[in-house]
């Protein structure tokens, strides 16, 4: 395809997952692209992409990639974390690191191109929230909750303040999506649930149509928010779950 042909996109978190599917699809819609993850190991097969490693929690690091990546039309914000706690459970570390990431890095992300959108009257960023915390609340995730439900807030406050100025912000809130790092979860849970089949089929069993979001059918709501096809659309936190919040 060709709907994002003459734009320039930069992805954080684009070694797997969510992130390296939204990349792909970016490159297969004409688009060029700038993939970043923290671990370079995982930037390799990314085929079409200019890649480099980055680490978003470094600040200096993240706003010389964005800088060096030259006049971006797109930015998308990928990099998170999910921890497993309650209000009860949770540690100091794990607060810290869930905001650090999911949310200062998210802001970083935005406040690096930004200035350069506002200048050139036209961007479009997509913050990659989720349906949990914003939309419906999951069980043992606290944290997560919490930064995801401050990612939709960040993209409405900052989508107000250019709006007049042909800059675009929204968030992606997508329910439960077949990644690496679910399979971790899946992993953690299964001692719990009585084996990993188990622990995955509860993962499955809240999605009301019976299976896990791909990867892929995130990406292609990506590409229709950092496409013109949603020039209307702004401030908004799109829910793509297979019905886990009806
Ligand atoms: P993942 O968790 O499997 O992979 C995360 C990627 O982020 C890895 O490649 C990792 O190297 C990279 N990363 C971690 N820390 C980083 C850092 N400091 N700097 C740069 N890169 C870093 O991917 P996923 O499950 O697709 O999740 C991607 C995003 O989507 C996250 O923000 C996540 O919260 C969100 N999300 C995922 C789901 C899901 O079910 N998988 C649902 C809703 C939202």
Redesign the pocket.
Known sequence: GERLRGKSAFV??A?????RAIALAFVSEGGRVVAT???AD?LSGLEGCETRA????DDAAFARAVAEAGALDVMVN?????HQNTALTCTDAEWELAFA??CRATWKGMAAVLPGMVERGRGAVVN?A?AAGWAKAAPNRFTYAATKAAVVGMTKAAAVDVVAQGVRLNCIC????D????GERIAANAAAAGGMEAARGAFVARQAMGRLGS?EEIAALAVYLASDESAFVTGQAIVIDGGWTL
């Open positions: 954080t978190a070694g797997q997952g969510i992130g993850d923290r671990d995982k980055l680490d978003v929690l990928c990099a998170g974390i999910v990431l999911n990659i989720s997508p329910g439960t999506v990644t690496p790092s679910l990867a």
